[in-house]
């Protein structure tokens, strides 16, 4: 039987689950957190060492560590426990369009095939086995273009692509984001069977109830804000657009991305071993320039 532990990341409001088989004790992660302070650039690895706490106590062997996208909200674990553990990297094929983008926007020069940072690219329909259980890829593209979902014995792990009930949706601005293929992501998650249970990656309540990390689909359905059934892909596109429009900068996009899409690795230590974040300037250089 397949057994889910949830981990939650107050920081980040980010959901992070234990998924393994009580029989032959296989394990996986998905979601992995680093705790980080921007501030101080302070990393510290207090989430994934209860994870790899909670698989010894348990007595399971970690086989994989799955990302449902490339994070721009909290930092990637997914180094950190491949190297306390046997397991492999599992992100979508997707992340090699995302490395791309990006690579231009921190002048990062592309002179290998980043995505050999992963252990395991996957597919649309592809499968990895837990124990006797199998656990299937579905591309769910729309908050990013790397996005999948993971569904394994009546649990779907959505990542972004849905957020509780009276949360809605997650936004669909960022490069590679497009709004109609979130609605048309989340109908193939709305048309598995009414019990099967959604795992979002992230939750943040409003004051008037308790951090929620999972739903049934028929609730989903019946009641998302954003994607309920009397909501047609027109209504939705319209109002995710107005709504991303409305919305800043994540907090920790920049650490995240410079992190989370090269193997969720720490830069490479400069001249006196220290490790440094980018941040690229927006600024007007006609203005900045001496006349
Ligand atoms: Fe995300």
Same mark, same amino acid.
């Given at each position: 039987?397949?057994?889910?532990?949830?981990?939650? @990341?107050?920081? !980040?409001?980010?959901?992070? #689950?234990? %998924?393994?088989?009580?029989?032959? =004790? *296989?394990?996986?992660?998905?979601?992995?957190?680093?705790?980080?302070? %921007?501030?101080?650039?302070?990393?510290?690895?207090? $989430?994934?060492?209860?994870?790899?706490?909670?698989?010894?106590?348990? +007595?399971?062997?970690?086989? #994989? /560590?799955?990302?449902?996208?490339?994070?721009?909200?909290?930092?990637? *674990?997914?180094?950190? $426990?491949?190297?306390?553990?046997?397991? =492999?990297?599992?992100?979508?094929?997707?992340?090699?369009?995302?490395?791309?983008?990006?690579?231009?926007?921190?002048?990062? &020069?592309?002179?290998?095939?980043? !995505?050999?940072?992963?252990? /395991?690219?996957?597919?649309?329909? @592809?499968?990895?086995?837990?124990? +006797?259980?199998?656990?299937?890829?579905?591309? !769910?593209?729309?908050?990013? &273009?790397?996005?999948?979902?993971?569904?394994?014995?009546?649990?779907?792990?959505?990542?972004?692509?849905?957020?509780?009930?009276?949360?809605?949706?997650? =936004?669909?601005?960022?490069?590679?984001?497009?709004?109609?293929?979130? #609605?048309?992501?989340?109908?193939?998650?709305?048309?598995?069977?009414?019990?099967?249970?959604?795992?979002?990656?992230?939750? #943040?309540?409003?004051?008037?109830? +308790?951090?929620?990390?999972?739903?049934?689909?028929?609730?989903?359905?019946?009641?998302?804000?954003?994607?309920?059934?009397?909501?047609?892909?027109?209504?939705?596109?319209?109002?995710?657009?107005?709504?991303?429009? !409305?919305?800043?900068?994540?907090? $920790?996009?920049?650490? *995240? $991305?410079?992190?989370?899409?090269?193997?969720?690795?720490? &830069?490479? +230590?400069?001249?006196?071993?220290?490790?440094?974040?980018?941040?690229?300037?927006?600024?007007?250089?006609?203005?900045?320039?001496?006349?």
């Amino acid at each position: 039987m397949i057994k889910v532990e949830p981990f939650y @990341d107050k920081n !980040t409001g980010t959901g992070s #689950y234990v %998924v393994y088989d009580d029989t032959s =004790r *296989a394990a996986l992660i998905i979601d992995a957190v680093l705790n980080f302070d %921007v501030a101080s650039g302070r990393l510290e690895f207090a $989430l994934a060492n209860q994870q790899l706490q909670f698989i010894e106590a348990q +007595k399971l062997h970690l086989d #994989y /560590i799955c990302e449902t996208h490339a994070h721009a909200d909290h930092l990637s *674990a997914a180094a950190y $426990l491949r190297q306390h553990s046997k397991a =492999r990297t599992v992100i979508s094929q997707g992340i090699g369009e995302v490395q791309q983008q990006f690579s231009r926007r921190f002048n990062k &020069p592309v002179t290998e095939d980043q !995505t050999l940072l992963y252990d /395991i690219l996957v597919h649309d329909g @592809d499968t990895l086995m837990l124990g +006797k259980h199998t656990l299937t890829v579905m591309t !769910t593209p729309g908050h990013t &273009p790397d996005s999948v979902s993971y569904l394994i014995e009546g649990n779907i792990f959505v990542g972004d692509t849905l957020f509780m009930p009276d949360i809605g949706t997650a =936004r669909c601005d960022f490069p590679g984001g497009d709004a109609h293929q979130l #609605y048309q992501s989340i109908q193939k998650i709305h048309a598995l069977p009414d019990e099967t249970r959604i795992w979002v990656c992230h939750d #943040y309540p409003p004051p008037n109830r +308790k951090v929620q990390l999972n739903t049934l689909v028929k609730t989903s359905r019946n009641e998302n804000i954003h994607v309920n059934q009397s909501m047609s892909e027109a209504d939705f596109v319209t109002l995710r657009t107005q709504r991303d429009a !409305t919305l800043n900068v994540p907090r $920790l996009l920049y650490p *995240a $991305l410079q992190v989370n899409l090269w193997g969720a690795l720490l &830069p490479e +230590k400069e001249a006196g071993g220290q490790r440094f974040i980018k941040i690229p300037l927006i600024v007007d250089e006609d203005s900045y320039a001496t006349q």
